[in-house]
């Protein structure tokens, strides 16, 4: 008989298990409580596995030898806990695909910044000529890739919700980026548990493997500082000692005993906190024994992540850009800081319990005026209103683009960095962006 493998939900992550789950001869079985798409009932009638939508039936579920589980279902929830009292071993799409790849793993994790990281991490070994697939959270799925191409290596953006449910997941290079409070409401508002939560990372590395962490996050610092870290650890940041650090224009980095100068002069993103993400990228591809001038060159036809500091256009001398990607309070202070012009704020949404007022001393500085986007605006308005010229609310991306337009004169900015969720007028922060853009190229 054969043995069963179990897919909760039928996204990316989900169908991608199902199939290569199929290919080393499991029977399977797929459960969503959603609607499937039609393409997916009929990739699942040629390829012979079961499904349902709409319900979960557990009794299809028991006897199952692993339950792969979307990273978007609370392991709260009644039929989560029934399959775990019952004995069942639930994993997520990373833990089941890894045990499947004998390629090199390198995991990039963190609140912010792991995008960015990631994809300036694939472009550095790409462009080296590695043989490697770009996958986690972001692109196409893990297990997909595992079960129909032939990598050598996979760089993989790695969230919170996806090493909660890892047990032997061992990337050769982990790294975690930083760690501010972040879907909080997913560990019972307990910040420590969240921290936990990306520290599994590197809980089952080895000696041989490396773990890199930016040391300038404080809290990041102690964690690693308090936990055990059996792989070599490796800090970065503007005050790293014995690893990877900036002396502008050039990022150091110290590893066995030599020290590689990378100059990063024409680097094209801003901000101190994508130097911090290049100084992780620019690490990685030394300890693959990139060649400097390789990294550098990657480095500086890097072109940024969709949506995370993206300039849209130039109109009458204002830079319009577009930070959609920035959903919380962190994110949005990182974009606020990089910028030097008079700016224009487009800030709201889904508030997801935040703290504005660190963002208070770089608005006095720099904004001039604020937009707010969002259905409930209250706590911005309590936080900012009065702070700037011009505070205005709005429930209209087209409208918020137009009053900024209005407001602003040349060598302003205007920013689109919300800070916040985007659920309450969008479909995602991608949706949101893109509205954004189309709104800014019809002034």
């Known amino acids: ?35 499937l798409d039609s393409s997916h009932c009929e990739r699942f009638k040629k390829e012979g596995i079961e499904w349902e939508a709409g319900k979960h039936t557990i009794e299809q579920m028991l006897g199952a030898t692993w339950i792969v589980k979307s990273p978007g279902i609370p392991s709260t929830i009644p039929l989560i806990q029934r399959l775990l009292e019952t004995g069942h071993t639930l994993v997520s799409e990373i833990e089941f695909a890894a045990r499947y790849t004998s390629a090199k793993l390198i995991a990039i994790t963190g609140t912010n910044g792991k995008t960015t990281t990631t994809l300036l991490t694939y472009k550095i070994v790409k462009d080296a000529g590695f043989n490697v697939g770009l996958a986690g959270n972001i692109g196409t799925s893990f297990a997909l890739q595992v079960a129909t191409e032939n990598y050598d290596y996979y760089v993989l953006e790695i969230s919170s919700f996806q090493l909660d449910d890892i047990r032997k997941f061992a990337p050769h290079i982990a790294v975690i980026t930083n760690i501010t409070p972040d879907h ?110 390789s990294i550098r060159e990657s480095l500086i036809h890097f072109k940024g992540a969709p949506h995370r ?36 704020w487009i800030v709201g949404g889904v508030d997801k319990g935040n703290d504005y007022t660190p963002l208070l001393p770089l608005i006095r500085k720099k904004a001039k005026a604020i937009i707010c986007l969002g259905v409930d605006n209250e706590k911005l308005r309590n936080t900012f209103e009065g702070i700037t010229e011009v505070f205005i609310e709005t429930q209209s991306i087209t409208e918020a683009v137009k009053i900024a337009h209005k407001v602003a004169v040349p060598k302003d900015t205007v920013l689109l960095s919300p800070a916040c969720a985007s659920f309450d007028l969008f479909k995602n922060y991608e949706d949101r962006g893109d509205q954004f853009k189309v709104a800014v190229r019809n002034l």
């Open 184 to 293: 909080l409401d997913r560990y019972q508002y307990s910040f420590e548990a969240y921290i936990q939560s990306k520290l599994k990372i590197q809980e089952n590395q080895k000696a041989e493997d490396y773990f890199l962490y930016n040391s300038d996050d404080e809290i990041l610092e102690k964690a690693v500082f308090n936990n055990e870290v059996k792989a070599q650890k490796i800090p970065f940041g503007f005050s790293a000692q014995g690893g990877t650090t900036y002396i502008n224009p050039n990022i150091h980095i110290q590893h066995q005993h030599q020290n590689t100068m990378i100059n990063s002069a024409q680097f094209p993103l801003y901000g101190r906190h994508n130097l911090l993400n290049a100084m992780a990228a620019a690490t990685i591809g030394n300890l693959l024994k990139i060649s400097k001038h």
């Open 1 to 35: 008989m054969k043995e069963k493998v179990v897919v909760l939900g039928a996204g990316e992550s989900g169908i991608g298990s199902a199939l290569l789950a199929k290919k080393h001869g499991f029977d399977v079985f797929v459960s969503d409580l959603k609607p």
């Open 309 to 344: 500091m993206e300039k849209v256009l130039t109109i009458q001398k204002v830079d319009y850009i577009n930070d959609s990607k920035a959903t919380n309070v962190n994110a949005a202070y990182f974009a606020l800081e990089s910028i030097d012009n008079p700016l224009i």
